[in-house]
């Protein structure tokens, strides 16, 4: 008896009566005072003696043990108990009283009620990431002159889904650090040269759809830079700032500005129609915000406004 103060078990006793004669180990909130020479119902709410109450006069009748789960309300707090109900038996067969054996499984619901909120979300993130490739690979499709073409836009694209969503994934769903997100990016680019992209501002998580299309805005402005020539050694420059902006209505706004700037004699590429797309209207339209993309000569100017609830 001693040894289950260290353990979740309460062991009692009750005559035919239902009145406790002993009981051991009670769980936390419920005195042994409260229980010696009492029923359920004097010291737990209606329910739950109710249901006790119950279980035990058919294991006196049937002489049958019986297991349930049940949850109680102990002190404002939800509780939930393994329950194990076996009959006293006389010489004769006759059941004279009940063991009740009580284990505390509370932690256990929790993390089950934990498991499930987890998997619903996996399986929600998942539905949308479905829909993201699909709407990648149908308009990849419909810009793309050929085969090969299409091959190469729509793996790059998918590459940078799969990089936000890594960082996604090792955030336990909450989200993704913006400078890891900028700098996963643009690593499918430049290989083994020196980042050639400076990072500037206050670094925050943004929520995990964000995370995906700001992957993709990055990977889209990065795809234009290696046609600029900017993502290999080179007396241009690329420079990344993200900053907050409060609003007027109490909110507040993400900005990150991707400044481009090529070096000496080169001409940025027109940007192609598709990338525009994405940049202007596909990525700020995800996060509840606004895209502004402007090629003058040899720079490069992106602002993406991502709303507030988006940052967490």
Do not use: C
């Amino acid at each position: 008896m001693r040894a289950l103060s260290r353990t979740p078990v309460s062991l009692s006793y009750q005559n035919r009566d239902l009145l406790y004669e002993w009981a051991e180990n009670l769980p936390s909130g419920i005195e042994l005072t409260d229980v010696l020479g009492n029923t359920d119902s004097d010291f737990l709410p209606r329910l739950a003696a109710e249901r006790l109450r119950a279980t035990k006069l058919h294991v006196l009748d049937t002489r049958e043990p019986q297991r349930f789960e049940l949850p109680v309300n102990i002190s404002g707090e939800v509780r939930w108990f393994d329950i194990w109900i076996d009959p006293d038996l006389d010489p004769v067969g006759s059941a004279i009283g009940v063991y009740s054996t009580i284990i505390d499984i509370s932690a256990q619901k929790r993390r089950e009620v934990q498991l499930k909120n987890l998997l619903r979300e996996v399986s929600h993130r998942s539905r949308n990431l479905m829909a993201i490739v699909l709407s990648l690979a149908s308009q990849t499709a419909r810009s793309a002159t050929s085969v090969p073409g299409f091959v190469t836009a729509f793996s790059g694209r998918l590459q940078a889904i799969a990089r936000a969503q890594d960082l996604v994934t090792d955030r336990d769903w909450q989200g993704a650090l913006l400078s890891d997100l900028i700098s996963r990016q643009i690593a499918l680019f430049h290989r083994d040269n020196a980042l050639p992209v400076d990072l500037k501002g206050d670094d925050l998580v943004v929520s995990p759809n964000a995370a995906l299309y700001v992957g993709l805005a990055i990977h889209e402005l990065a795809s234009n830079s290696v046609r600029n020539g900017q993502l290999y050694p080179g007396d241009g420059a690329i420079n990344v700032a993200f900053s907050v902006e409060s609003r007027s209505d109490g909110g507040r706004n993400l900005i990150i500005k991707w400044t481009e700037r090529l070096g000496a004699g080169s001409t940025a590429h027109e940007i192609e129609p598709l990338t525009r797309k994405f940049l202007e209207s596909v990525v700020p339209l995800a996060v509840d915000g606004m895209g502004e993309l402007a090629v003058n000569g040899s720079r490069v100017d992106y602002a993406l406004r991502i709303d507030g609830s988006h940052i967490t």
